[in-house]
């Protein structure tokens, strides 16, 4: 028959919350009795409960991890380094799937009635003020991966510097007219990056003492379509770019497909570089900036980690650095 922590507290001659204590590894039991209780666990074979031990920690064992999509490569690579660094813990992972505007509003609408967990991890998602309140009435440890969120820990890349290491590339090789295809999403609320990325960018011809043309600029839907659509725009100028940045890998994929249709040589007639550096980007052949996403994921966890656990966190604030993969798709100008 089973035994109940009521049993094993009748046998040894004690409460039940002297054995949860004792087992759980919670203060206030004299050593000579914890070993006492253990000893006769064993030799019962009782285990106790990882509930009933988080319970008696006062805490749940769970992280939520919040993602916009979970099919996406970015935010699958980034789930994958949370998920494997909180991989041998006793830490429970939630995951919790918000690709809809009313799918977002639910989660935050009924955040206080949620599971209780000890940590919430948002993969690039922006917050609104409200949102943000509520977060911080849940009382729990909050990190944003791939972004920032006020003063929670985070880990991220600086996404200017990120268009600054494009544009810089091609500055190097020669070219003079330099354009953008930059995005913006489908949310309600502003994601960070677009901005930055355009502003490393606009820095980087400013140095370089180039011109930041308005009509090299265009902006489009984030993904492949709309680097078809903003190549398009470019070539149908009087006088096209001779070099292209785009906002996302696959936003440069888009706008190679048009340049290929439109026997635009590459990268004699025109070069494009991406940011990212998308597991595809080798057979693209593309010249991009890569950013570390599965490792945000692994850092993010760590911090996690070690915040729940009460170590001496070395910085809560980790930006990881970003490099230029040169590949085929840059070279000089024609």
């Not at 380094?81 to 939630?94: A, C, E, N, W, Y």
């Not at 693209?284 to 001496?312: K, M, N, S, W």
Request: net charge neutral.
């Amino acid at each position: 028959m089973a035994l109940n922590m009521a049993d094993l507290a009748e046998r040894a001659g004690v409460s039940i919350a002297t054995v949860s204590r004792a087992l759980s590894g919670a203060p206030g039991v004299s050593e000579e009795t914890r070993r006492r209780i253990k000893s006769l666990a064993e030799d019962l074979s009782y285990a106790v409960s990882p509930d009933a031990a988080r319970l008696a920690r006062g805490s749940s064992g769970r992280v939520a991890v919040v993602t916009p999509d979970v099919a996406h490569w970015f935010y699958a690579a980034m789930l994958d380094g949370i998920v494997t660094s909180l991989r041998g813990t006793d830490l429970d992972v939630l995951l919790y799937e918000v690709k809809q505007e009313r799918e977002r509003r639910r989660f935050f609408e009924e955040l206080p009635a949620r599971r209780q967990v000890d940590a919430l991890v948002l993969i690039a998602l922006p917050i609104s003020d409200d949102e943000r309140r509520r977060l911080d009435l849940m009382g729990v440890t909050v990190v944003m991966a791939g972004g920032t969120l006020q003063d929670h820990p985070h880990v991220r890349i600086d996404d200017v510097a990120a268009g600054r290491q494009a544009t810089a590339q091609l500055v190097r090789a020669g070219h003079e007219r330099i354009a953008m295809i930059n995005s913006h999403g489908t949310w309600s609320l502003e994601y960070a990056a677009p901005s930055a990325r355009l502003r490393g960018f606009t820095e980087a011809l400013e140095e370089a003492g180039l011109p930041v043309r308005p009509e090299y600029v265009v902006h489009r839907r984030w993904g492949s379509h709309g680097g078809v659509e903003g190549m398009s725009e470019l070539l149908s100028l009087p006088r096209p770019p001779t070099a292209v940045v785009t906002f996302s890998d696959e936003v440069a994929f888009g706008a190679l497909r048009t340049l290929r249709r439109a026997a635009v040589a590459i990268p004699h007639t025109m070069s494009v570089v991406g940011i990212d550096d998308h597991h595809l980007a080798d057979m693209f052949d593309l010249t991009t900036v890569h950013q570390p996403v599965t490792r945000q994921g692994i850092v993010a966890g760590e911090l996690v980690r070690g915040i729940l656990e009460g170590a001496d966190v070395a910085s809560r604030h980790v930006t990881l650095p970003t490099r230029v993969v040169v590949r085929g798709t840059a070279g000089p100008p024609p």
